[in-house]
C-alpha cells in the first residue's frame, strides 16, 4: 500500500494503516476525526465491526455493509443469527429480503446506543451476499422512532403466510408532536387461520423501506448517461430499475413456486398473478432478490383466494391429498373473491418489457461447483464439455456383447494399478499400460473386479464416481 501511495503520488490523501480496524475506529470517534465514508467488507460476518463502525462515521456520513454469511442470515442457524445480529432469521422463500432488513435493523440498533439512526440508501441481495449503503445521523428525538421501525415476523409453517408486528407505535399528538408507545398484538391466533398450522416468530427485522428512490434513480441516471464506465453497466441498470419499481411499503414477498406447490397445483405465470391482484384493486411488484417473488400489499387471505380460483381452472386430485395438509384445508374453503387472470398491459413490468439484466446471469458455462479435486489432476486440454459427452448415456445404454465390453473396459486404466495395489495382472479387466491423454481424460472406474468372465462388470459401475 506505501508503495502504491507513492507510485501514485497520493501522500496527501492515503495513509495506508496495519492495525485491528476496530480500535483504529475507536480512535476516531471524536466529531472531527470521524470518516466520511466507512466501507465494512470482511471474510464472513461484519458483526464485531458495527460497533465501532458507527461511532466512527461522520454526521450523514455513508456507511457500506456487505456480510457473505448468508447461510446464516438465510435462517440455516437462527441462534447464530440471534448472537450476530441480534434476531432470529427463518426459513422463507423471502430469506434473502429478510436478510437485508436484519443487517438494517441490526445497524439501527447498534446506533441507537449512541443516539444515532440509520436512514438505508440502497440495500441489495446480489449472488451470494448482501450489501447496505446506509446514512448516520445524531438525534435523540428521531432515535424514539426506532423502536416503531422495527417488526416481528409471524410465519406459517404449513402455508407460508407471514404477518407482521411492529414492536413499537408513533402516533400523532398535540402540537404536531410524536408520541410513542408499545404496540398491541399478536397479529395473529395460535393457528393458521387458512392451513390450521402453527405459527413460527422471527425478527425484529426493519419494516420499513429498504431504499431512498431518490438517490437510486440519480443513481440510476449516472450509469445511463456514461454506460462504458463500468464493466458491469448492463447488470447495475436492470438491478436498480428492478429496485425503482419494488412497493417501498411492503416488506417480505410470497413466490410463485411456493404458492403453488402447497395446494399441488400447477403454476400460474407470473404475469397472470400479477394480473388477477391487479383485478382485484391491489398493488404487486417484483422484488430485485428474487426472480419468482410477489412483493403485494394484499392480504393473505386474497392471494388464497386467488389460488383456489386458479386451482378450479387446472383442478388437483383432492383424493390424493391428506386430510390435514395444508392443501386439503385450504381447498376446502370456497374462495370469496372471483379472480380475474385476463392480461393487463400494466401487469407486465417496464423493465421486463425493456429486456433488461434484471437478476444474475451466469457469466460463464458450466458455471457452477467444480467436481472434487483427484489424485494426479486432470489430463491437459479436458473439459467439461468434453466429460459430459464421454460420460453421456453410460448407464442407459450397456454394451450387451460381453466381447465388446470387455474391450471398451480396457479403455480405462486400472486405478488399484495406479496406486500399486491390483493383484490381477494381465487377468484384470481394465489397462494397466500408462495412461494416453486420451484415456485419463475419460472416468475411471471405482473397483477392480476379479476377471471380466467371473464378475462381469456393468459399464455403471465401471465408471465409478465421475459423474459431473
Known amino acids: 500500500m506505501r508503495r502504491n501511495v507513492q507510485l501514485n503520488e497520493v501522500a496527501h490523501l492515503v495513509q495506508p494503516s496495519q492495525a485491528d480496524a476496530r480500535m483504529l475506529m475507536y480512535q476516531h470517534q471524536k466529531a472531527s476525526e470521524r470518516f466520511d465514508v466507512i466501507d465494512l467488507d470482511p471474510y464472513g460476518s461484519p458483526a464485531s465491526f458495527l ?23 438465510a435462517g440455516n442457524s437462527g441462534e447464530t443469527c440471534y448472537s450476530k445480529y441480534g434476531a432470529m432469521a427463518l426459513k422463507s422463500r423471502a430469506c434473502h429480503e429478510m436478510a437485508l432488513r436484519t443487517v438494517l435493523h441490526s445497524l439501527d440498533l447498534r446506533a441507537n446506543c449512541y443516539q444515532r439512526f440509520v436512514v438505508p440508501l440502497l440495500s441489495i441481495s446480489a449472488d451470494f451476499y448482501v450489501r447496505v449503503f446506509v446514512r448516520v445521523f445524531t438525534g435523540q428525538a428521531k432515535v424514539k422512532a426506532s423502536a416503531s421501525k422495527q417488526a416481528l415476523v409471524f410465519q406459517c409453517v404449513g402455508c407460508g403466510a407471514f404477518h407482521l408486528q411492529r414492536l413499537g407505535k408513533a402516533s400523532a399528538a398535540s402540537g404536531g408532536r410524536l408520541k410513542f408507545s408499545a404496540a398491541c398484538g399478536p397479529p395473529v391466533a395460535p393457528e393458521c387461520e387458512h392451513c390450521g398450522q402453527r405459527h413460527q416468530l422471527g425478527g425484529p427485522m426493519w419494516a420499513e423501506p429498504l431504499h431512498d428512490l431518490e438517490f437510486v434513480g440519480r443513481v440510476l441516471e449516472a450509469v445511463s448517461a456514461n454506460p462504458g464506465r463500468f464493466h458491469t453497466a448492463e447488470r447495475i441498470r436492470g438491478v436498480l430499475s428492478v429496485i425503482t419499481e419494488e412497493l417501498p411499503d411492503v416488506p417480505l414477498y410470497y413466490t410463485l413456486d411456493q404458492l403453488s406447490s402447497t395446494i399441488h397445483c400447477n ?15 391491489f398493488r404487486v411488484s417484483l422484488s430485485h432478490a428474487c426472480k419468482n417473488a410477489v412483493k403485494t400489499d394484499a392480504p393473505s387471505s386474497t392471494l388464497w383466494d386467488i389460488m383456489r380460483c386458479w386451482e378450479k381452472e387446472c383442478p388437483v386430485k383432492r383424493e390424493r391429498l391428506s386430510e390435514s395438509s395444508p392443501a386439503f384445508r385450504i381447498l376446502s374453503v370456497e374462495p370469496r373473491l372471483q379472480a380475474n387472470f385476463t392480461i393487463r398491459d400494466d401487469a407486465n413490468p417496464s423493465s421486463r418489457q425493456r429486456g433488461l439484466k434484471r437478476f444474475q446471469a451466469n457469466p460463464e458455462a458450466n458455471w457452477g461447483p467444480r467436481p472434487r479435486a483427484r489424485p494426479g ?13 464421454l460420460l453421456q448415456n453410460k448407464r442407459k445404454e450397456p454394451v450387451e456383447d460381453p466381447a465388446e465390453r470387455a474391450a471398451w473396459l480396457k479403455t480405462f486404466p486400472c486405478k488399484r494399478f495406479k496406486e500399486g495395489t491390483c493383484q490381477q495382472g494381465h487377468q484384470c479387466c481394465y489397462s494397466h499400460s500408462p495412461p494416453s491423454p486420451k484415456a485419463t481424460a475419460e472416468a475411471t472406474p471405482t473397483d477392480c473386479p476379479e476377471a471380466p468372465s467371473q464378475n462381469p462388470a456393468e459399464p455403471g459401475a465401471a465408471t465409478g464416481p465421475g459423474t459431473e
Open 267 to 281: 403454476t400460474p405465470s407470473l404475469l397472470q398473478l400479477r394480473s388477477a391482484l391487479l383485478h382485484a384493486g
Open 377 to 389: 489432476g486432470k489430463a491437459a486440454g479436458e473439459t467439461v464439455e468434453e466429460r459430459r459427452r
Open 51 to 73: 460497533d465501532a463502525a458507527v461511532q466512527a462515521v461522520s454526521e450523514g456520513g455513508l456507511l457500506c455493509v456487505t456480510c457473505t454469511d448468508m447461510a446464516v442470515l
